[in-house]
């Protein structure tokens, strides 16, 4: 039992890093296919540096979080 919970809590420590490393291009087109699913129009996502998000909603981040993604109604 203990084996199994052990590789239960190693599996999803991996899945996590490799979540956090997601490319930057790949995860905004799945926020944009959420969004455009709500029915939300007239916004913009970018991707920046971390902690250059001024004036915009981080909805991710990418690239092992070196990177985020902002939104931005417009």
Do not use: Q
Not at 3 to 28: W, Y
């Amino acid at each position: 039992m203990k084996k199994i919970m052990l590789a239960v809590g190693l599996l999803s420590l991996a899945g996590g890093a490799f979540a956090a490393g997601k490319p930057c291009e790949e995860l905004k087109a799945e926020i944009a296919a959420k969004l455009d699913a709500k029915g939300v129009s007239g916004y913009s996502l970018e991707v920046v540096d971390k902690g250059a998000a001024a004036d915009a909603k981080v909805v991710g981040t990418c690239e092992g979080g070196s990177k985020e993604i902002v939104y931005k109604r417009g």
